[in-house]
């Protein structure tokens, strides 16, 4: 009897130990994305800086100097301020990006003069502060020294610093200044490269798929195409970005940094996944279906073209938007070829200079400025968004397309 | 003009498509036609576009060829090859207005003008030539047609012949990589010796600025590398193991169907989940946590590269490949071996222990190869989290690098692509790669048999 109750405790201890590993590595997820999405948050605000702006309507646009223009009125509104070095604290509470804005409202104005509060972009190390990112010791925090903390307190006295909605974090592309970086150029740079990594996979998988389950004979050469196949899926993703540095870049000499060749790259590193999700999806087809069309006539590759693919397509789809998804997140082979210059423009062509949004997450997360954490896991947030984007499309493709046979 | 050209292709190809398909159809009754008027068309279609097509590859790589050559001769005096290479490639850019940057050299201006004249002519000469021969073919075509001509037969072949190219490209993906890093392993083996490099102790791949410094030369002894690198797997590995094994053994024996339903795909997101994410949480959360800790035993024991950082994020990442491949070799023992085993009275463990695990034996096992191959090539996570400095060392809480973070580290940011440094990239990427194979064919060899096993 002592026997069995050990043997029921041993029982009950191994089933423990399951759940607590389901539950460790159930955990582990949940603490990844907490970590990411609480510090994240706080990115998609910016801190602004409320100014009054007061330009009579008689005033001729053009003639204003903005940078001068915009100095003037900050000044105007703290008229005790005389020293050049207390100006200067005062101004250097604005971001660079806050005289843009400024000459952006002397534009839309239309000669129709302003008058009142008007809200501009501030300096990072004050939307740090406002953040509660670096915290306040005395009278300094962070980069905030005692003479620009007395401004940022007198304008938190009149309600003039607030949290609003971040302008630059989806519009803009990287920028020194962390409170203008934003990730469009990189946003747009991956989906130029995950365009062109399906438009080149995609064709060549099914089609090489279709060949290798329907057509080739089985020989030793068959053999070798499937498990070369089936060892490139395993290869590293580096190797991939090698492979481009050496072949896309150094021998067809096609123009580093562009995500023309962060597509080809990818796309070679995706085909593996889409051939094998394509075959196996290829497999599924009933023969029946096949052999009744080979019996009423039809020629084989009119078989596989009017049948046996647009069955297959739903699972076909499945696997490649997955292979596409995990494109989508990959940086090492995007280092390989140049893409992680430091790009300020939205890449217009598939052959401008770009990053992609992975890179574009490791770049900031390797800068030494702690304003760009916040930045790196908001850019995580949008990556992650798109890859569900891209595992629910599938998931609803296998669900309510793909057929049981 | 190129642009144009092809889209007067495409309008060509269209048109004989419908006078092909009208013509076919008008020559007689359906069932007297050999193939549909639809595979005339086709035909025709093809028989304008794939001529031009590779006539316009072939043209425009002569067209480089002889374009670099003639514009070589401008820069005669110049010995250094590499920069005869960049001045080319600098001509070539201003032409285009890539750049705008002017070389300062007698011949630049000059090698501008010849190298625009001679594109231009080229062009004229390349829109002349591939339309005549368009509009050849297109009269050819429609020529062509007649009722028994087997138009289906030729497209249904080219087809086919395409299939097979498709299917072809996975080999020479495999020989490309193969090819391109053997080609600069061997330049790297040229001033590098092979023992030096496989057995040698010391990693410094830095080569002086100055020729006369001392110790210039860097040395390239590759073990430090390596053991890092399996230092760092061991450590995921230690992580990924017991979670992942004990999951599987959970999910396939214990959990009830919804359990399973839900909890499956939640441990897999783990595996979806981009390593550039992994990596910024290894040094913005796991390195604080693991150096608060390591503070508290004795302070400044752990740095913020420690293996041990890397290690445990990498593990959490490779869970769910041995979770998930565990899962379907438990899954593949018949349920008749289980349920003999519980009804001599043995309990759920014991037959895990001493039946299913046995008799999944091959495919656990290449779930460890799997995971431990992923962990060997992980890039991003020990970029980010590990250190860039050799250090021979096995203690876990020191600073180690690996092969992903020293070919990152050769091959980006500013590079002459000739010295040893960067070919070191390439001959530590080729035993990666090489070693990342033998796992996999060995790991799918196993998958293999366990299959047939139990088929």
Do not use: C
Not at chain 1, 124 to 153: C, H, P, Q
Not at chain 2, 78 to 95: E, M, Q
Not at chain 2, 162 to 173: E, N, T
């Amino acid at each position: 009897m002592n026997n069995l109750n050990k043997r029921n405790k041993a029982e009950t201890r191994f089933k423990l130990y399951g759940i607590s590993a389901v539950i460790i590595a159930i955990t582990f997820l949940f603490v990844l994305l907490f970590n990411i999405f609480s510090s994240g948050v706080s990115a998609f605000k910016a801190s602004y800086i409320g100014v009054k702006i007061e330009i009579p309507s008689a005033m001729n646009i053009d003639e204003i100097n903005p940078r001068k223009e915009f100095k003037r009125q900050v000044l105007k509104m703290f008229p005790e301020v005389e020293t050049r070095s207390d100006k200067r604290a005062l101004l250097s509470l604005f971001s660079k990006g806050a005289i843009y804005e400024f000459e952006d409202l002397l534009e839309q104005s239309d000669s129709n003069g302003l008058d009142g509060y008007y809200w501009f972009l501030a300096h990072g190390d004050l939307d740090m502060y406002i953040k509660g990112t670096v915290e306040r010791r005395g009278n300094e925090a962070g980069r905030i020294n005692s003479k620009r903390m007395t401004f940022v307190d007198a304008l938190r006295e009149q309600n003039l610093i607030q949290l609003q909605a971040n302008k630059y974090l989806l519009s803009s592309a990287d920028s020194r200044e962390p409170e203008m970086a934003g990730i469009r150029g990189a946003i747009v740079g991956s989906l130029y490269a995950i365009l062109i990594a399906f438009i080149v996979s995609f064709p060549l998988g099914v089609l090489s798929a279709l060949y290798m389950e329907k057509l080739a004979s089985r020989n030793k050469f068959s053999d070798i195409i499937e498990t070369n196949i089936n060892n490139l899926a395993a290869v590293p993703s580096i190797v991939f970005g090698l492979l481009g540095l050496a072949i896309f870049l150094n021998f067809f000499s096609l123009p580093r940094s562009a995500p023309l060749v962060g597509g080809l790259t990818l796309a070679v590193m995706t085909l593996p996944t889409i051939v094998i999700a394509s075959r196996s999806a290829i497999k599924s087809v009933p023969p029946s279906i096949e052999e009744a069309s080979i019996g009423l006539g039809a020629s084989k590759i009119q078989t596989l073209m009017n049948f046996t693919l647009p069955l297959a397509m739903p699972g076909i789809m499945t696997g490649t938007i997955i292979g596409i998804a995990r494109a989508l997140g990959e940086t090492a082979p995007l280092l390989m070829i140049g893409m992680v210059a430091f790009v300020v423009d939205v890449p217009g062509t598939p052959l401008d200079p770009s990053t992609a949004l992975p890179v574009q997450i490791f770049l900031w997360a390797d800068s030494p400025e702690r304003a760009f954490v916040e930045r790196t896991s908001a850019a995580i947030m949008v990556l992650l968004l798109f890859l569900v984007l891209l595992n629910l499309a599938a998931i609803y493709i296998r669900n309510k397309l793909e057929r049981k046979w | 003009m190129t642009e144009l050209l092809y889209i007067a292709l495409f309008i060509l190809a269209s048109y004989s498509f419908m006078v092909n398909k009208g013509r076919a159809a008008s020559l007689g009754k359906f069932n007297t036609l050999h193939s549909q008027p639809y595979y005339h068309g086709l035909y025709s279609s093809i028989l304008i576009f794939l001529p031009a097509i590779i006539l316009l590859i072939f043209w425009s790589s002569i067209q480089n060829i002889m374009t670099n050559l003639s514009i070589r001769d401008f820069f005669v005096d110049v010995s250094d090859p590499g920069l005869i290479k960049f001045y080319i490639d600098s001509v070539i850019n201003y032409s285009n207005g890539v750049s705008s940057k002017i070389i300062e050299h007698d011949g630049f201006m000059p090698a501008v003008e010849k190298y625009s004249s001679l594109t231009y002519t080229s062009t004229i000469l390349k829109v002349i030539v591939v339309t005549g021969l368009s509009i050849i073919l297109l009269r050819a075509s429609i020529k062509v047609v007649t009722v028994d001509f087997k138009a289906r037969d030729y497209v249904e072949s080219m087809f086919t012949t395409l299939m097979k190219f498709s299917s072809v490209i996975a080999i020479f993906v495999t020989i490309g990589i193969v090819l391109s890093l053997l080609f600069e392993t061997l330049r790297f083996f040229a001033t590098v010796n092979v023992f030096d490099f496989l057995f040698g102790l010391h990693w410094s791949p830095q080569t002086a600025i100055r020729a006369d410094q001392v110790g210039s030369s860097g040395s390239f002894g590759a073990i430090p590398v390596f053991l890092g690198t399996i230092l760092i797997s061991i450590i995921a590995m230690l992580v990924a193991v017991p979670i992942g094994m004990y999951s599987a053994i959970y999910l396939s024996q214990y959990a009830s169907e919804t359990v399973r339903t839900y909890a499956k795909p939640i441990i897999e997101i783990l595996a979806g989940i981009p390593t550039v994410v992994y990596g910024f949480f290894a040094v913005i959360t796991v390195a604080p946590f693991f150096r608060d800790l390591g503070d508290k035993i004795s302070p400044g024991t752990l740095s913020g590269e420690s293996a041990i950082i890397a290690g445990s994020v990498m593990g959490i990442m490779i869970i769910p490949f041995i979770t998930s491949l565990t899962d379907d070799a438990m899954n593949a023992v018949p349920g008749s071996l289980k349920e003999g085993s519980l009804a001599m009275g043995a309990t759920v463990s014991e037959t895990t222990r001493q039946v299913i695990i046995p008799a999944s034996f091959h495919g656990i096992v290449a779930s460890f190869l799997l995971a431990f191959s992923r962990a060997i090539g992980e890039t991003m996570i020990v970029v980010m989290a590990a250190g860039f400095a050799a250090n021979l060392t096995l203690n876990p809480f020191e600073s180690v690098t690996t092969v992903t973070v020293q070919i990152v580290g050769l091959l980006t940011g500013d590079q002459e692509f000739d010295s040893a440094k960067t070919l070191s990239a390439f001959a530590l990427a080729f035993v990666l790669f090489f070693l990342t194979l033998i796992l996999n064919i060995i790991a799918l060899n196993m998958v293999k048999k366990y299959r047939e096993q139990y088929e």
